[in-house]
């Protein structure tokens, strides 16, 4: 065997060992201390992973986090199965109290996160189509309250009522929309994120403020969807999770169907944010911007989140689009950096203001290969390669030099290795 494929075995072992590690019998942790609950997203990402080992427990992933489903339909993004009390804002800041029905007592966070679960699932399903059935209309629940809450005027355009909902925390584009969060009424609280990671590659505390803030003003509501969709000082629409609500309502009329299930209600979902998505458009930039709709300002500067068109299956810009990202391209050793890499506000150690995010180069692989982009798309699987097998499975990596990034020991970073990056073929 030759050192390039040792280490690829090696790096399966440990990415095996890593899910079993951070395993807490029914659910995944994303990573043990930074993040000890169960993670929105973050789970749905590592049942790919686990499908690859068990399919049961990856099943089991999905199902144990919609038994944290709230009766609006709302899947959180935090399950506080366990108490650790590592991490901040635990239960007593969310204050979220019995909104949530389920069969286990157990306390939330109040917001949701991108709705991967029904892509997820649709690809579970590929062996175990009659696990579907129970799944089907939670899924349908969840995205209905998507629409209803996060687009009330039914605009097509997906809101985001805290930037830890829309997954990408601290990305450039929410820093206008923060600027007029008031965090007057904050008392002082410990961050514990910086207990484990440096401060360097972290949201600043300008902006911790900010999201405790608006976790107060949303509790203080007592969650009541209305009053946040009116209310709430940060309400911006995001080009990512309405892609990602786009693909997912696709593979659910996907699953319906299978199921012999009607999936009329969903293509006309399907249509509203397939009109709604060409607001996100920004012609000068040349790619989907988010829209503060507070202010109906549209952010300036391009994300990755553009490059998540084609797997919302949204094709009306792909040359421009792909344009973009090869421009991307020239200026870093690795793709897909989170922000554009030749703004100012890029950092390639910030979070979301530059690190790769294996999850979004999976997305936006899967979405130029459907596309019929091969070429691009193997690009972006060989450059998610190239950095597990330099620096292991990290929350995120630095596109220039192509380190690790963040917390490490990371559930979804070895998911997408042992689902995607690590395969043969896809
Ligand atoms: C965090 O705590 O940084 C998470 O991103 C919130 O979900």
């Given at each position: 065997m030759d050192a390039t494929a040792a280490d690829h075995e090696a790096r399966t072992a440990e990415a095996r060992r890593i899910l079993a590690d951070n395993s807490r019998g029914d659910y995944t942790v994303p990573s043990p201390k930074l993040y000890p609950f169960q993670w929105n997203w973050d789970s749905a990402f590592t049942a790919l992973g686990l499908a690859e080992l068990d399919t049961d427990r990856a099943w089991r992933e999905i199902e144990k986090l919609f038994d944290a489903q709230w009766p609006s339909g709302m899947v959180p993004h935090i399950v506080f199965w366990s108490d650790e009390s590592t991490y901040f804002p635990g239960p007593d800041v969310w204050q979220t109290g019995d909104r949530v029905s389920m069969r286990d007592a157990v306390t939330t966070s109040g917001i949701?996160?991108?709705?991967?679960?029904?892509?997820?699932?649709?690809?579970?399903?590929?062996?175990?189509?009659?696990?579907?059935?129970?799944?089907?209309?939670?899924?349908?629940?969840?995205?209905?309250?998507?629409?209803?809450?996060?687009?009330?005027?039914?605009?097509?355009?997906?809101?985001?009522?805290?930037?830890?909902?829309?997954?990408?925390?601290?990305?450039?584009?929410?820093?206008?929309?923060?600027?007029?969060?008031?965090t007057g009424g904050v008392e002082a609280y410990s961050r514990r994120d910086l207990d484990v990671v440096g401060a360097e590659m972290r949201p600043h505390q300008r902006e911790y403020d900010r999201y405790v803030a608006l976790v107060e003003f949303a509790a203080a509501t007592g969650w009541d969807d209305q009053a946040i969709a009116q209310q709430s000082p940060f309400w911006v629409a995001d080009p990512a999770t309405t892609a990602i609500l786009l693909r997912a309502e696709r593979d659910l009329a996907a699953l319906m169907s299978m199921a012999g299930l009607d999936p009329t209600e969903v293509e006309v979902r399907i249509a509203r944010l397939e009109q709604g998505y060409e607001q996100f458009w920004n012609q000068e930039v040349g790619a989907y911007c988010s829209i503060d709709l507070r202010t109906g300002r549209q952010a300036g500067a391009a994300t990755s989140a553009s490059f998540l068109a084609p797997y919302a299956g949204v094709n009306a810009h792909h040359e421009r689009v792909v344009a973009e990202l090869d421009e991307w391209s020239a200026e870093t050793a690795f793709a897909v950096p989170s922000f554009d890499p030749r703004r100012p506000e890029f950092e390639p150690n910030r979070y979301w203001r530059g690190p790769i995010w294996l999850v979004l180069n999976y997305m936006i692989g899967t979405g130029l290969a459907e596309a019929g982009d091969a070429e691009r798309a193997e690009r972006i699987r060989t450059s998610t390669r190239e950095l597990v097998l330099r620096s292991g499975f990290a929350e995120s990596f630095n596109p220039v030099a192509g380190t690790a990034v963040g917390g490490v020991q990371f559930s979804w970073t070895a998911a997408v290795w042992l689902a995607w990056a690590s395969r043969d073929e896809v």
């Open positions: 949701s996160q991108p709705p991967v679960a029904a892509t997820v699932v649709r690809r579970l399903a590929e062996h175990d189509a009659h696990r579907t059935i129970a799944l089907i209309p939670k899924l349908d629940a969840w995205h209905r309250w998507w629409h209803s809450a996060r687009d009330p005027s039914g605009s097509g355009v997906i809101a985001v009522s805290h930037p830890w909902e829309s997954g990408r925390d601290n990305v450039p584009d929410w820093d206008a929309p923060l600027a007029a969060v008031d």
